[in-house]
């Protein structure tokens, strides 16, 4: 059934079952070209304070090996209650990340990467209140150059050791990504406060808060750049950082990890990351879950504002705002880019990429023919 299932598919393939190949390419082409001309552009900032603090947080990228250790050891040796189905990316930072880097009182990455600075070749744009699971598999989807994680997530939850194999094998587990809630230091921030009470996601007990007394840099704690913006909180430079490794890496390139409900297009700093992202002409690559989750949400995005944006503090927001001098124009970019860039191109496939999701599809099928109870992979 497989081998007849793959060749129904290459034929789809080959006669135009995915378009636009070569139109995909030659924009490929142009995004390149005129990110090497912004890259030429890159002045670092005149503070060399704030330009230090921006490199430090460069180099805190993670391997996929260590994210994936990481998931294997939750539910056993750390938050034991934790469902994969159920618990979301804060309560893992909560009740995990800030706990596991308490000795140290750093990021995470730093201490999975025991203190070497870890340059990503990737940037991971995620919302917190998505599943921590469906973040990390949106991360293998990618490492697996695949377009959805919905076959990635039950996989991670039935059979992980599946998913390190296939990695190894591909040579992927070396993969390096930035992703904040292991890349920034939790106890430069958030960690002593739970000021909105929020709750686990399963007990509903409120989030504990980490007593190590660290002192916290916000966006107004001094010292001060001229313009009024802490040198030292590390949730104020997140575009500086990708304007930085944008320009010292011409591969490096966006990971856009989108939750079901497709939430994070309404969070401020996803949508400011975004459009960053957009503006320095980097790669960006949506991971969604699956076709069928976008065409059901995909009406939620056509009326984006963002002034209508949030964010877990109101200084990120007002922070945000003050750089965007005209919201209407702001929208229509982000309306422009979602609908004419980065949705269009979501499974789009120039052709060697065609006939590398051929072999994508037969794996997974042939996965799910040998394992009837994880279900039925569907394209």
């Given at each position: ?6 060749a129904l598919?290459?034929?789809g393939?080959?006669?135009?079952a995915?378009?636009g ?7 490929e ?8 001309t912004m890259s030429?552009r890159?002045k670092?900032n005149?503070?060399s304070r704030?330009?230090a603090?921006?490199e430090?947080?460069?180099f805190?990228?993670?391997?996929l090996e260590?994210?994936?250790?990481f ?6 040796e750390?938050?034991h ?6 618990h ?5 930072v909560r ?10 009182k750093c ?7 025991k203190?070497v600075?870890t340059?990503p070749?990737k940037m ?6 998505n599943?921590f ?5 949106a991360?293998?989807a990618?490492a697996?150059?695949?377009d959805?994680y919905?076959s990635?997530?039950?996989l991670l939850d039935?059979d ?7 990695l190894r094998r591909l040579?992927r587990?070396q993969?390096?990504y ?9 106890h430069d921030?958030?960690?002593?406060g739970?000021?909105?009470s929020?709750?686990?996601s399963l007990?509903?007990?409120v989030h ?7 002192m916290?840099?916000w966006?107004?704690?001094?010292p001060l750049t001229?313009?009024g913006r802490?040198i ?10 990708m304007e930085?490794?944008a320009?010292?890496?011409p ?5 856009v990890?989108v939750d079901?409900?497709?939430n994070?297009?309404n ?6 990351e975004?459009?960053a992202a957009?503006?320095?002409s ?11 989750s976008l065409?059901m ?9 963002v ?13 945000i ?6 919201k209407?124009?702001?929208?229509a970019?982000?309306?422009e ?6 949705v269009?191109?979501?499974?789009r496939l120039n052709g060697?990429?065609q ?6 599809v037969c794996?997974w099928?042939?996965?799910?023919e040998?394992?009837?109870s994880?279900?039925?992979y569907?394209?």
């Amino acid at each position: 059934l497989a081998n007849i299932y793959c060749a129904l598919l290459l034929s789809g393939l080959l006669s135009g079952a995915l378009i636009g190949g070569a139109a995909v390419q030659r924009a490929e082409d142009a995004r390149i070209r005129q990110q090497m001309t912004m890259s030429a552009r890159y002045k670092p900032n005149a503070d060399s304070r704030w330009q230090a603090k921006v490199e430090e947080l460069a180099f805190r990228g993670v391997t996929l090996e260590a994210l994936l250790q990481f998931f294997s050891k939750l539910g056993s040796e750390f938050m034991h209650h934790y469902q994969p189905s159920i618990h979301t990316t804060l309560d893992v930072v909560r009740q995990a990340i800030i706990p596991l880097s308490g000795t140290e009182k750093c990021s995470y990455a730093e201490v999975l990467m025991k203190g070497v600075p870890t340059r990503p070749s990737k940037m991971v744009t995620h919302h917190w209140d998505n599943l921590f699971r469906d973040l990390l598999a949106a991360i293998v989807a990618d490492a697996l150059n695949e377009d959805s994680y919905d076959s990635v997530a039950l996989l991670l939850d039935s059979d992980i050791n599946k998913v390190v194999e296939w990695l190894r094998r591909l040579g992927r587990l070396q993969d390096t990504y930035w992703v904040c809630a292991f890349s920034v230091s939790q106890h430069d921030g958030i960690c002593g406060g739970n000021p909105h009470s929020s709750k686990d996601s399963l007990t509903k007990n409120v989030h504990p808060v980490c007593d190590c007394q660290k002192m916290k840099f916000w966006n107004d704690t001094p010292p001060l750049t001229e313009d009024g913006r802490s040198i030292l909180c590390e949730m104020n430079k997140f575009h500086d950082m990708m304007e930085y490794l944008a320009a010292t890496d011409p591969s490096f390139r966006q990971v856009v990890a989108v939750d079901v409900e497709l939430n994070m297009f309404n969070r401020a700093w996803c949508v400011a990351e975004l459009v960053a992202a957009d503006r320095m002409s980097l790669s960006q690559s949506l991971k969604m879950e699956s076709a069928t989750s976008l065409a059901m949400q995909i009406d939620k995005l056509r009326d984006l504002k963002v002034q209508d944006m949030k964010a877990s503090r109101q200084q990120d927001v007002d922070e945000i705002l003050a750089t965007i001098p005209d919201k209407a124009v702001f929208n229509a970019h982000l309306q422009e880019l979602l609908f004419e860039t980065l949705v269009p191109n979501w499974g789009r496939l120039n052709g060697a990429e065609q006939m590398a999701q051929v072999g994508r599809v037969c794996r997974w099928q042939r996965l799910f023919e040998s394992n009837p109870s994880l279900g039925l992979y569907s394209p």
